[in-house]
Each structure stands twice: as structure tokens, then as C-alpha cells.
């Protein structure tokens, strides 16, 4: 029998593991590793009692979801302490799957009683773990144990097709079954990818013909059906949005690709924030800059835009991955990560106990707790930084490498025969320079591709004592023997621009920071107990301001400080900014948020431009205002 082949995708991601943190970016995962990521197993039920291991808790998303980031933070880390933990719970599903092939727990009052009434939504999750385990070690058990459960999938999806969350999120089911075919070149785990997506959502469908083109009205979606209220939820339009690359490598149809970068322009021309996301309260919420943006939405899109790229090969997906990568996932967390929020505003000025103009979320929201409004994000948070760190390179079709993202890492892997190390000294995104250092055991040629974004007029490449002009929005390619020892400098200027984001509102961006305003903020603890508690944060300075763009660029000045060991602390952040400014008292609170952005601003009094504010990385502040009045 002839192999069906999948179509190639335009870059290859590495397997977990041959991409390894340096400098501020290991720092950050080692912060991620003793705050919840590393202990939210020691004592939060839905995973300390999990019933995926044996507990009384919840057995449905939340533990697979931990597990999901936790086996990617341990492998980078080489942490023993968490490579024992992803062990322990691989090792307990493993060894109790069920007879018939099922892993994980048959029932959950989640979603009734009895495998047939149980969404499988969360073995996808699952796959998505075990497949990085797997690359990681080299496990033998996994590929045979996922056989034995995709063999009771496909029984199970004949008597009772794809519903609730499972049907609105195939793709991430159909990625972790291509996956295992191109390992196993089974004939049958393309049949059932089919029948995943001939079942699920049609996504391509939906964003062609998108009709949620402003914020849902919350009175209209409580009189819908859960079928009616899905396809509007934030956190599936963030996994949807790859589901026509993803199938397009079993169709063949060259338009699925292009949906999916479809899907995202529409997300970003309705619902678009200033941070790459989409706002999403829990369902889609306009493009206002006091509309919240759920954590599990942050996670998820990171993921999806990081499958897309490598399915497409697309240089602004890159820009769009590190934009949110270096922006809403810290700002989602405390510093020193043992709080998430639920809910994070662009325009977040008072985060309390309050309702708010969500779609459909509750007062807890944009509280920095443990599991405010709902856990689903204490359990999926984990993913983020980890998955960023692992695709910051990827191979090419023509046995070369490409750095799709920057950040301090080294890279190593094998190109014809030769091994390869590559490491990137950077402190990027804090600073302009990314220095390549290559290490061979011999000479290889091999083409190494280097992303240049779409912001950075005046990159240059030096490579060998030549420089070279390089391209803003594309991939720069060199080709040429590569010796041991070779150094590539790269240099992408972070010179302050400015970002109209409609309606007369501004932001200000340094390279893929977005820059905001630095509000002193004071922590108020209401609920929990340490570390892991529940924080209101209240302003101790004004919030209401505009900047005075009659003087942009010339009035704005950026300087640099030492990047911490704790790189999103908003006390010492790496890289500021300061811009003339004008209070406008009138600004006031709606809501319990920051009020809609003036498009009119009065004359100011006084001498012009006089007041100054200080701008910091969007990701170091926990209130900021981003998308300014412009005066």
C-alpha cells in the first residue's frame, strides 16, 4: 500500500528539547517554575486530587492542560524536580488505561456520566503532552498507547459524533493524529482525521461569512444555545483560527491556509487589541481598549499562530507571535507568577471585585488570583512561555535552519551528517542587537534564515565583516559554508512608532514591545493565602492621560536599565520611555474600568508639553493605560 503523504509544511518545528533558554529567558521560565507552574500540584485539588490521577477532582480539562506546559518547562529547565512530576502523572495514566484503549478518567460531572456522554475534548490535550513527552525521552509507551486510545476514539465518534467543546476544537485532535501517522504511516489515523473534521466545526465557513463584527450583546447570548454561544467564544476562536492550515495538509487545498490567515485578520479588524490578541469576556467583545482578553485566549493563540507559521511559513504570523508573546502573556501574571488573571484589560487601571461591561463573565475577573472566575487558566496558563521558547527556530524544507523568533537560546541539531549549535546572545526584545555564534563539528553548508520584522526599517545583517541591508517583513536568507566559530550580528533598530488605533486613540510601540504607562500600583490581598493569593491592584497615581503627539518623535526618549532576573517587574523595567503628556480629569471610570478613550481633547493650559510620563513594556505593568487619547 502506497503512504498517503501529508503536505510539507513550509518549516519543520525542532523536537522538544533541541531548543534550549539562555540569559533573561531562562530566568523567566525558572520564575515560571517556582511559582504555580512548579507547585500547583501540591496543593490545588483540581490537580493535587485530579481524577486523571486517581483523585476525587475534576478529571476533565484542567489537569491535562497543567500537563500540557509543564512537560515543555521541565525539558528546557532540565529541571529533575519537574521532570519527576510530568513522570509521575504520564507514568499513573499509562499504566491505568482502560482495557478498551480510553485514557484518563470515563466519567465527570463536567459532562455527565459514562464515556459515550463524555466530550473528549480533553484527551486532545492530553495528545498534546504526550507527543512532546515523547520527542523529549523517547518514551516507548507513548505511541502505541495513543493507537490503542485514537482505535476507542474512532469507535466512539461512529456512535456519537463530535459535540460541545471536542467539535469546536478537532484541529488540535487532527495536529496530535498527523503527528502519530507521520510516525507510524497507519492509513487508518487519516480516516479518522477526516472523520474529526467532517464532524467538528466549520470553522473556515464561519470566519468567511463573520457576522460577530462588534461585542456580543450579553442579553441576546443568554437566550442562546450552548450550540449558539461556542462558535463566539473567545478561547475557541483562538484555537479555530488554525483549523484550515491544519486540515490542509491532509485536503491538499491550497485555500485552507488561507483562511486561517483570513481568520486572523478578521479577529484583528472586529476584535482586535493592541496587544496581537482579541478581546474575548468570555465571548467576543469589540475592539474598546476596556474589554478584557481571557488568559486561555493568550495561550491558545500563541499556540495556534506557532502551528500556523510552520504550516505556512508566513513572516507576520512571527511578528504577531512575539508581539503577544512579549506583551499579554506576562502581563497576564504577576511578576513572579503565582497569580493569573482571568481577564486583562489594554486600558486596566483598577483591578478589584467588581462588575465590569463583560460579555459574560463575573466581578473576580480581572482579579490577579488563583483561580478567579473560573480555573480553566490556572490549569492552561503554563503552555505559554515554554511553546514560545521551543519554536524560536525551525528547519527548512532545504536542510537549512530558521530563526522565526528571537530571544537568548541556543539551538542544536544535526544538517547532513554535521552537528549544529547555534547561539543567540540577545536582549532582545529589551534590546536591539541578537549576536549568532555558530558551533560545528565541521564545515556545512546549509541556508540559515533570519525573520526581520515588518517594524524594522534600517535592520541590518553583519556576517563575515560584510553588512548587509535587510528587508523588513521577510525571512533574510544566507547560504554559504558555515566554519565553527562564525558570529551573524543582527541588528533591529527599536526607535519608538506610533500605532493609530482608531477612534483618536494612540499606542506606542519599541520594536514588538508596546509600551504603556507606568501607574504605581498597590497590591491589596482578598482571598487566598500566600504565595498563592488573590490580589486586587489599586492606582496610586493618575491613569488619565493623553500624549502630545505635536512633538512625536522628537519629545519621546527611551533609555535602557538592567534586565532583572525577573524581566517583566514592573519596579525595574529594562526599557522605558518618556513622552509629554496632559492629564484630562475628565477621563474618568465607566463601569468600574478605564472609560472610553476621548476623541476630543480640550486646549491645555499652561506651558505646552511641560508634564512628562514614563512608558514601560506593556508586559511589566498590572494597570496601564496602552491606547492613549491623543492631544
Not at 496543593?43 to 506546559?69: H, K, N, Q, T
Not at 437566550?223 to 476562536?237: F, K, M, T, W
Not at 544566507?478 to 541588528?491: A, C, E, K, N
Request: hydrophobic content about 40%; overall charge negative; proline content about 7%.
Amino acid at each position: 500500500m502506497t503512504k498517503t503523504e501529508l503536505t510539507p509544511r513550509l518549516f519543520d518545528p525542532l523536537p522538544l528539547g533541541a531548543v534550549l533558554p539562555t540569559g533573561w529567558l531562562r530566568d523567566q521560565l525558572r520564575v515560571q517554575a517556582e511559582g504555580l507552574s512548579g507547585h500547583l500540584d501540591e496543593f490545588w485539588p483540581s490537580v493535587a486530587d485530579s481524577r486523571w490521577i486517581g483523585g476525587r477532582c475534576e478529571g476533565w480539562e484542567r489537569g491535562p492542560y497543567w500537563l500540557d506546559g509543564l512537560v515543555p518547562l521541565a525539558v528546557q529547565l532540565g529541571d529533575a524536580r519537574l521532570m519527576g512530576k510530568a513522570q509521575s502523572w504520564i507514568d499513573y495514566i499509562l499504566e491505568h488505561q482502560h482495557a478498551d484503549g480510553w485514557l484518563g478518567p470515563k466519567t465527570d460531572p463536567h459532562e455527565g456520566t459514562g464515556e459515550v456522554a463524555l466530550d473528549p475534548w480533553p484527551q486532545f490535550v492530553l495528545f498534546k503532552a504526550f507527543t512532546q513527552w515523547q520527542e523529549a525521552t523517547g518514551d516507548a509507551r507513548i505511541i502505541p498507547a495513543m493507537q490503542r486510545s485514537l482505535h476507542r476514539m474512532e469507535t466512539l465518534l461512529m456512535e456519537k459524533p463530535l459535540r460541545s467543546w471536542g467539535k469546536m476544537r478537532w484541529a488540535d485532535l487532527v495536529l496530535s493524529i498527523h503527528w502519530l501517522y507521520e510516525r507510524t504511516s497507519e492509513e487508518w489515523l487519516l480516516s479518522l482525521a477526516a472523520q474529526a473534521h467532517a464532524q467538528g466545526f466549520d470553522w473556515r465557513k464561519y470566519f468567511s461569512d463573520f457576522r460577530a463584527t462588534e461585542k456580543i450583546d450579553p442579553a441576546w447570548l443568554a437566550a442562546q444555545s450552548e450550540e449558539g454561544c461556542l462558535p463566539l467564544h473567545g478561547v475557541n476562536n483562538a484555537m479555530g483560527a488554525k483549523s484550515g492550515a491544519v486540515w490542509g495538509r491532509q485536503s491538499g487545498d491550497i485555500g485552507e491556509a488561507a483562511s486561517s490567515l483570513h481568520a486572523v485578520e478578521v479577529l484583528d479588524r472586529y476584535h482586535g487589541q493592541v496587544t496581537g490578541v482579541f478581546s474575548g469576556d468570555e465571548h467576543l467583545a469589540g475592539r474598546d481598549p476596556s474589554q478584557g482578553t481571557e488568559t486561555c485566549t493568550v495561550t491558545e493563540y500563541l499556540f495556534t499562530l506557532e502551528q500556523m507559521l510552520a504550516l505556512t511559513g508566513e513572516p507576520a504570523l512571527a511578528d504577531r507571535i512575539e508581539r503577544i508573546a512579549y506583551n499579554a502573556l506576562p502581563a497576564a501574571l504577576t511578576a513572579d507568577m503565582w497569580a493569573r488573571q482571568y481577564d486583562q484589560q489594554p486600558n486596566q487601571v483598577l483591578c478589584s471585585v467588581a462588575p465590569r461591561s463583560w460579555v459574560s463573565n463575573g466581578p473576580y475577573s480581572n482579579l490577579f488570583s488563583l483561580e478567579g472566575n473560573f480555573g480553566c487558566c490556572t490549569a492552561n496558563f503554563h503552555q505559554g512561555w515554554p511553546k514560545f521558547a521551543a519554536n524560536l527556530w525551525m528547519t527548512t524544507p532545504d536542510h537549512g535552519l530558521a530563526a522565526v523568533a528571537y530571544a537568548p537560546c541556543t539551538v542544536t541539531t544535526e544538517i547532513d551528517g554535521a552537528a549544529v549549535t547555534i547561539e543567540s546572545q540577545t536582549g532582545y526584545p529589551f534590546r536591539d542587537e541578537i549576536k549568532l555564534t555558530l558551533k560545528l563539528a565541521r564545515a556545512a553548508s546549509f541556508p540559515l534564515l533570519l525573520r526581520v520584522p515588518a517594524w524594522a526599517e534600517g535592520a541590518t545583517v553583519v556576517v563575515g565583516g560584510q553588512r548587509e541591508k535587510a528587508a523588513p517583513g521577510t525571512f533574510h536568507r544566507l547560504s554559504r559554508v558555515w566554519r565553527d566559530g562564525d558570529v551573524i550580528t543582527l541588528h533591529l533598530p527599536l526607535t519608538p512608532r506610533l500605532e493609530d488605533r482608531g477612534n483618536g486613540a494612540v499606542a506606542i510601540h519599541c520594536g514588538p514591545l508596546v509600551m504603556a504607562l507606568k501607574i504605581e500600583e498597590e497590591f491589596k490581598q482578598v482571598g487566598g493565602i500566600l504565595p498563592h493569593a488573590d490580589w486586587e491592584v489599586h492606582p496610586k497615581t493618575p491613569w488619565n492621560y493623553a500624549l502630545r503627539m505635536d512633538s512625536f518623535p522628537e519629545r519621546f526618549s527611551s533609555w535602557e536599565d538592567p534586565i532583572s532576573a525577573m524581566p517583566f517587574d514592573g519596579q525595574a523595567p529594562p526599557l522605558s520611555v518618556t513622552a509629554p503628556a496632559q492629564c484630562l480629569p475628565e477621563w474618568t471610570l465607566q463601569d468600574n474600568s478605564a472609560g472610553p478613550v476621548p476623541s476630543r481633547i480640550p486646549a491645555q493650559t499652561g506651558v505646552p508639553g511641560a508634564e512628562r510620563v514614563t512608558l514601560i513594556p506593556y508586559g511589566s505593568t498590572r494597570l496601564r493605560i496602552s491606547e492613549f487619547p491623543a492631544a
